[in-house]
């Protein structure tokens, strides 16, 4: 079992900048790629950003590519997501999530495709 914390999320100004971080306990993390989600009110989790277990490799979505970075210190068994020029459309909670992987290049982007998930931070960006 994999126990993820997400925090850092608050409100911000459009233009601002946050940095999340997700705390994992349980296991390490250096077998599992971890990503980013966000869902917004009335609408699906859609996904953000994910990074390989040895965080040599990331995706990142389109809307966010440029502005956000994921980044990860599996020392630490810990995950950051640094968000830069908010907009107020980046409103939403974010959600942390793990899936164990024997591959190091592994950047799943489906939210059905991870095993645990944190409970969520909330992000306001005012206009």
């Known amino acids: 079992q994999v126990q993820l914390v997400e925090s850092g999320g608050g409100l911000v100004q459009a233009g601002g900048s946050l940095r999340l971080s997700c705390a994992a306990s349980?296991?390490?993390?250096?077998?599992?790629?971890m990503g980013w989600f966000r869902q917004a009110p009335g609408k699906e989790r859609e996904f953000v950003a994910a990074?390989?277990?040895?965080?040599?490799?990331?995706g990142t979505a389109d809307s966010v590519k440029g502005r956000f970075t994921i980044s990860r210190d599996n020392a630490k068994n810990t995950v950051f997501l640094q968000m830069s020029t908010l907009e107020p459309e980046d409103t939403a909670v974010y959600y942390c999530?793990?899936?164990?992987?024997?591959?190091?290049?592994?950047?799943?982007?489906?939210?059905?495709?991870?095993?645990?998930w944190g409970q969520g931070t909330q992000v306001t960006v005012s206009s």
């Open positions: 999530a793990a899936t164990i992987t024997y591959s190091h290049i592994a950047v799943p982007t489906r939210p059905n495709t991870y095993t645990y």
């Open positions: 349980g296991r390490t993390i250096s077998n599992y790629a």
């Open positions: 990074i390989s277990r040895g965080g040599g490799y990331m």
